[in-house]
């Protein structure tokens, strides 16, 4: 599988310990059957404020953590990681109220960095917050997505899970462990 490091490991959510996207599903359950919402959330996307509504929405959300689906292979590994008393953060785009959700049900994370109503935690800003964190390179960074690839650079230890081939290749060689 590959050489892993006792690195920080940050888990991306959507596509990677989750199969699913979050804001597919809070679309579906708060947006569709509340279409007054939309004009609102046009707004706020079209004036840079996206991460102000996903706080809305995801205070808005109902859901049980327990009904999505997760990347078992993946999960199951995560709980061999941190047996070795490695660090697991779950970092994500999500909405922070959400995030915690999924982490208290997932029951492995020391800890959640998540969109906050003000910074949207993904690409470039997820990679930069990490680094603030820990240092450029002083952490590993597990994603899924093209997204991600504004991310790892930050990172000192590249892991792929569920990814498409346009993202491997654009990886090159770099990813320590790939998980299908």
């Keep these: 599988m590959g050489e892993t490091t006792d690195l920080p490991l940050a888990v991306d959510l959507d596509g ?3 199969l699913t996207d979050m804001s597919r599903v809070t679309i579906r359950r708060v947006v569709l059957p509340r279409p007054w919402l939309l004009p609102k ?6 004036t840079g404020r996206r991460a102000a509504w996903k706080r809305e929405l995801g205070q808005r959300l109902k859901f049980d953590p327990a009904e999505l689906s997760y990347h078992s292979t993946f999960l199951d590994w995560l709980k061999e990681q941190k047996a070795t008393g490695r660090e697991i953060i779950l970092c994500t785009a999500s909405e922070m109220c959400v995030a915690e959700k999924i982490a208290t049900h997932v029951g492995l994370f020391d800890d959640v960095m998540a969109s906050d109503g003000i910074t949207n935690l993904r690409m470039e800003a997820k ?3 990490l680094a ?3 240092g450029k390179g002083n952490f590993a960074y597990a994603g899924n997505s093209s997204h991600d690839l504004k991310t790892w650079p930050y990172a000192g230890e590249v892991i792929v899970v ?6 491997l290749n654009a990886l090159g060689d770099r990813p320590s462990i790939v998980f299908e």
């Design 16 to 18: 990677t310990l989750i």
């Design 41 to 46: 959330l046009l707004w706020l996307e079209m």
């Design 127 to 129: 990679g930069e917050a």
């Design 132 to 134: 603030e964190r820990y």
């Design 162 to 167: 569920n990814a498409s081939r346009s993202t």
